[in-house]
């Protein structure tokens, strides 16, 4: 069986790509959780990470031994591995496409991944309001967000390519996704939808249901329950609380 080494569900938005992508579209793993205590270099959590991925980060994929670590390296291969689960669109336009946004969102959007780290158990509405109004950045990011969506979200099915993974337990899984079926784009964009959420940041009503789609999903509602059920305070990854 497949094994994906994790951090910690609250705050790890790299470990959340693969894990929900895996869950949704009904791929069997066991999943190990290392837990963050901090990234310095002699760092358990550096340790254990180290000992099966040289660069000492999560999230890892084993497959039998055969070790794959970055998420886009991930998702590609889950998608050669798994060809029947359709991860990445069919068509080469729609493929391609799917792959230069997840590029996207993989390098890019710095200002809003450093002013909004993903931490899904607090409620940082007031935060993000003064995040909004003081770093133009992350309103820059966060128009870059809502075009990219918009754009792909209004296309026929038929441009996007509407056939995605077999979700048997997902019954939006016809359409309403950047690529028509929830894929591998909507989960690298999966944590985006959770700092959109919690930092309560000014999107339109169009964004906002499509965040409330990929939220309502059962692999990222588990994700969720999940990292609620941590009760794992980690103070180095707190920017704007000093306890829960």
């Known amino acids: 069986m497949l094994k994906l080494y994790i951090g910690n569900k609250n705050y790890s938005s790299w470990s959340m790509r693969p894990w929900v992508l895996l869950r949704q579209a009904g791929i069997p793993f066991e999943e190990v959780k290392i ?9 358990e959590f550096r340790k254990k990470a180290g000992s099966v991925n040289p660069a000492g980060k999560v999230p890892v994929l084993d497959d039998n031994g055969l070790i794959v670590w970055d998420t886009l390296a991930i998702s590609e291969y889950l998608a050669e591995r798994f060809p029947e689960k359709n991860l990445w ?60 969506w918009r754009e792909l979200l209004a296309e026929p099915l038929d441009s996007r390519d509407a056939t995605g993974p077999l979700q048997p337990d997902n019954a939006d899984a016809g359409g309403g996704f950047l690529f028509g079926s929830f894929g591998i784009a909507d989960a690298f964009f999966a944590p985006v939808c959770m700092r959109l959420k919690n930092y309560s940041l000014p999107v339109p009503a169009d964004i906002t249901a499509y965040v409330q789609r ?25 920017l704007y609380r000093m306890k829960r």
């Open 35 to 43: 837990r963050f205590d901090s990234f310095d270099a002699d760092s």
């Open 89 to 148: 669109p069919q068509s080469v336009q729609a493929r391609a496409r799917a792959r230069s946004v997840c590029a996207e969102m993989h390098s890019g959007f710095g200002a809003l991944r450093a002013a909004c780290p993903m931490n899904i158990e607090a409620d940082l509405t007031g935060t993000g309001q003064l995040i909004w109004r003081d770093k133009p950045a992350v309103r820059s990011d966060v128009a870059r967000l809502i075009a990219m």
């Open 214 to 238: 990929v939220s309502a999903l059962p692999g990222v509602q588990d994700w969720i329950n999940g990292a609620l059920a941590e009760n794992d305070f980690r103070e180095f990854e707190e």
